[in-house]
Each structure stands twice: as C-alpha cells, then as structure tokens.
T-cell receptor, first 117, second 116 residues
Framework: GAGVSQSPSNKVTEKGKDVELRCDPI?????LYWYRQSLGQGLEFLIYFQGNSAPDKSGLPSDRFSAERTGGSVSTLTIQRTQQEDSAVYLCASTRSWDRTNTGELFFGEGSRLTVL | AQSVAQPEDQVNVAEGNPLTVKCTYS??????LFWYVQYPNRGLQFLLKYITGDNLVKGSYGFEAEFNKSQTSFHLKKPSALVSDSALYFCAVRDMGMRNFNKFYFGSGTKLNVKP
C-alpha cells in the first residue's frame, strides 16, 4: 500500500479482555517495528521483525504481550488480559530492508489508540 | 548501547523567530541520525536525516539540522518559526552495530510551541 496502515484506529476494551492490533507495512518493506507511546510521551520500543522473525523481543513489557508476522507482511500485536496501564497509542513502522545498504528512515502508521477501562 | 537525549521537554518561540530543538547522541561507530515530527493524534512524520557528507542537512518544511561530531549533537533548526510548526519533535539514532543492527532509538521528545 501507499503507507503503513494500522487497525483499529481506536479500541476501547474492558480490563481483562484480550486485544489484537494489526499493522500492514508498506509493500516490499521487510523490516517492521512496534512502539508504544503513552499520552504525549516518548516512544517505547516493543519489538521488531526482519521478515517473519523477531531478532529482539526485549521491549515487550510482560508475557501478556506477543507479536507475530506472517508472510513477511502483516503483523499482529496481541495483548492478553489487558490492564489499565496498557492504555496507550501503539505505533507501527516499517523500513525497506535489513541490509546495510538501506540508509532509509522508518515510515510510521497513524497508530492504534487503546483505552482499557 | 546507543542512546539519544533531548534535554528540553518544551521549547517556546515567537512566530518569525529562529528555533532550535536540541539533540545529543551516544553511538559506537558512525551515527545515522533522524528527526521526526508528530502532530496531535497523528503518527510520526520524517523530517530529515544525516548519514554522511555535509554537516548541515536540509529537510521538509524548511527545517535543517546540524551534525556536530565533536559535540555529538544533531540540533534541529529553522530560521523563521511558524505557528503551524507547533508539534512534538523526536530525534532518533539508528544502530548499525552487530548486536542491535537496525534498531532505532528515540529521544523523549520536545514539544515546540510557536506563539503568534
């Protein structure tokens, strides 16, 4: 697609429910990233993918968080048993490739705003 | 580990005046540096980057940034601020090392307020 697409744009859920957030990167981009941003704050790294594998999962806050990527394209971030502190904007980004010839920047989606009541 | 610092949470400037948003970095090896802007309820938009070459980099919306290797800084600048420049600005560094290759580290962000 023309840009990074995220869905849903807004999600309100009750504490304890599971949620899935979806990211569709720019076509042909092999590297995909998830970040979390609390209200007006900085970006917290969660996880990144090269193709379907995740070299670094160190940013996932707890074992309630998981992410996968299939077909080297769409990625899903799943939060199980949501808590109020999970409320934030979840941003997805992609970049062209993994190799050192890629000096490009990250392209961001508009984010998924999660509110846990 | 790579890191980025934005020492100012907020910068206030009058419209028409020059603006500077500060960023310092810590990297091993050559730095790949970026600036992004975020408008309310939007994702981050790329402004400019430094990879190599001239220390003064020009980007979108009249912004530029100066890379200073000795001071490990990459400050964002604009000669004449507009009210529409009011937004949240992020500096970022891309890790080109073996261990965390391709990981992007972001600063905490600086809120720019441009007053009429």
């Amino acid at each position: 697609g023309a840009g990074v697409s995220q869905s849903p744009s807004n999600k309100v859920t009750e504490k304890g429910k599971d949620v899935e957030l979806r990211c569709d990167p720019i076509s042909g981009h092999t590297a995909l990233y998830w970040y979390r941003q609390s209200l007006g704050q900085g970006l917290e790294f969660l996880i990144y993918f090269q193709g379907n594998s995740a070299p670094d999962k160190s940013g996932l806050p707890s074992d309630r968080f998981s992410a996968e990527r299939t077909g080297g394209s769409v990625s899903t971030l799943t939060i199980q048993r949501t808590q109020q502190e999970d409320s934030a904007v979840y941003l997805c980004a992609s970049t062209r490739s993994w190799d050192r010839t890629n000096t490009g920047e990250l392209f961001f989606g508009e984010g998924s705003r999660l509110t846990v009541l | 580990a790579q890191s980025v610092a934005q020492p100012e949470d907020q910068v206030n400037v009058a419209e028409g005046n020059p603006l500077t948003v500060k960023c310092t970095y810590s990297v091993s090896g050559n730095p790949y540096l970026f600036w992004y802007v975020q408008y309310p309820n939007r994702g981050l938009q790329f402004l400019l980057k430094y990879i190599t070459g001239d220390n003064l980099v020009k980007g979108s919306y009249g912004f530029e940034a100066e890379f200073n290797k000795s001071q490990t800084s990459f400050h964002l600048k604009k000669p004449s601020a507009l009210v529409s420049d009011s937004a949240l600005y992020f500096c970022a560094v891309r890790d080109m090392g073996m261990r965390n290759f391709n990981k992007f580290y972001f600063g905490s962000g600086t809120k720019l307020n441009v007053k009429p």
